[in-house]
């Protein structure tokens, strides 16, 4: 009997790793790390519930660290087979992958020296060339159509319009003879937005569907998202102050890109100067580029001097090193600065929001969803003080909420992806949502469609085969 395990992204958005075992082989889905409260990041770095040596094959939806960040963990722990993504997938995993050890290096480097750790002996999660058996290990599959991984599992993927190379997958299992289909529906984005694709739905008659639900109880806030944004940027620079948005180099970076752009040439903001910092950065560009079947950009190379890439503004600044990063600290004249965690778990943005919360002329953007126990979702409930770097400081900047730039469908867009299905599946399991987000997405399922719905939990085996 084909089954399936959560053993991540079941009751919390982060963690996404699901085990599908059929015919004597096991295949993981996505392999992230959970963020959020100490229970959940603890889990990071326990073994997991089932030995890794066992599993055969691995495939990822797409590249953000929360469905990817525990690979170096799962191969040094003993995973020795491929792991299938798309080309961009594999791209990105490199980056993230690279850009999330450097970090958390640089981080257990100055716990253990300021002293401030919850842990005796701060240790990253993994280290650099911990990551680089993984990179050996990434194979790829197409970015569209169908794939077979083995006898027994077949992946077909679509388009999910949330990032770069991001799909939801068809998986068929074939077992003794038998065909069981399992859509997993990736992290889904949004559709009428600029750059990205609109998500498509599998054409596909699931035997059971794993739906997330990130916004499953929420809509994003409407409004002209130009219009909100050059409101932000003139009011910050006209009290002299400068905006951190924590977000990582490439994803909704080239969103908040690409309107600042179009606001800067229509005069309607000043041209300040963007920092985009991280280990790892480089120019998006190259990537958009790259993987052009993903987006709607019209690149026009021809001018030498930047002027036709929509993705580049006028005073764009990478910062690679870690003195580079420091010295944004010098900068006294509005700015705005790029860099990650999003949900500010760990990464340079600690420092930055040390040295610019405590002014109110400064403004923090949060774009992405912040996760329960993060201090992203701290600085969203209006904490008055931020624990970093084991000090309170003080939040006296404007924290400014911008829904609009999420990479994440809202309810009603989760609700028109299903729409999309041929035919209801058998059971639907709500997955990657934190458990009121869930609830209320399985309520509405039930209303508009009737459907058999569950909300995940963390480590249950469900059968395939008969699920019910
Ligand atoms: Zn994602």
């Known amino acids: 009997m084909p089954k399936l395990t959560f053993l991540g992204a079941a009751g919390t958005v982060t963690g996404s790793k699901y085990l599908v075992e059929a015919a004597n082989k096991r295949l993981l889905l996505d392999c992230g790390i ?67 050890a450097h970090l958390q290096e640089e981080d257990a480097e100055r716990a253990r020296t300021k002293g401030y750790s919850r842990h005796a002996n701060p240790q990253p999660l993994y280290t650099s060339e911990e990551v680089d058996p993984v990179l050996r290990a990434l194979k790829p599959m197409p970015r569209s159509g169908g794939f077979d991984i083995s006898p027994e599992f077949h992946i077909d993927s679509y388009d999910a319009g949330h990032i770069l ?54 809509d994003h806030e409407t409004g002209d998202p130009a219009e909100l944004l050059a409101a932000v940027v003139n009011r910050v ?21 690409y309107y600042l752009r179009q606001l800067e040439d229509q005069q309607r903001i000043p041209q300040l100067p ?47 090193t870690a003195d580079e990063s420091k010295q944004i600290n010098n900068v006294k004249t509005p700015c705005i600065i790029i860099s990650a965690s999003g949900m500010v778990t760990g990464g340079r943005v600690m420092h930055h929001l040390v040295q610019r919360l405590p002014d109110p002329r400064n403004a923090v953007i ?15 409930e209006g904490a008055k003080t931020l624990r970093l770097f084991g000090q309170e400081v003080p939040v006296n900047a404007e924290i400014v909420e911008l829904g609009q730039f ?25 997955v990657h949502g934190e458990p009121s987000a869930a609830q209320s997405l399985q309520s509405a399922i039930r209303d508009k469609f009737k459907w058999n719905v569950s909300v995940a939990r963390y480590l249950d085996t469900i059968d395939l085969s008969t699920s019910s």
């Open 274 to 320: 963007v920092y985009v910092d991280s280990p790892m950065a480089l120019s998006a560009t190259e990537l958009y580029l790259k993987y052009r079947e993903d987006h709607d950009i019209e690149f026009n190379r021809e001018d030498d001097d930047g002027k036709g890439d929509p993705l580049d503004v006028h005073k764009f600044h990478l910062t690679r």
């Open 237 to 257: 620079a006209k009290r002299g102050g400068s905006i951190v948005i924590p977000a990582f180099a490439i994803g909704r970076a080239q969103t908040f890109m």
């Open 366 to 380: 949060l774009a992405g969803f912040q996760a329960q126990g993060t201090r992203g979702r701290a600085l969203q």
């Open 34 to 100: 959970f963020q959020g409260t100490p229970e959940l990041s603890d889990r990071n770095y326990k073994p997991l519930p089932v030995d890794p040596k066992s599993f055969h094959y691995l495939v990822l939806t797409h590249a953000h660290l929360d469905h990817t960040g525990l690979l170096p963990r799962l191969v040094k722990d003993g995973y020795s087979g491929p792991i299938f993504a798309n080309p961009a997938t594999i791209d990105l995993t490199t980056l993230l992958l690279k850009d999330s």
């Open 165 to 218: 190379g991001s799909s939801s997958l068809v998986l068929t299992i074939t077992e003794n003879g038998k065909k069981t289909v399992v859509v997993f529906s990736g992290d889904i984005g949004r559709y009428n937005q600029p750059i990205l694709n609109d998500p498509t739905t599998p054409p596909a008659n699931a035997d059971v569907l794993l739906c997330e639900s990130t916004y499953g109880d929420r």
């Open 406 to 430: 999420s990479a994440h469908a809202g309810k009603s867009e989760l609700l028109r992806w299903l729409t999309g299905l041929p035919a209801p599946p058998r059971q639907t399991y709500l």
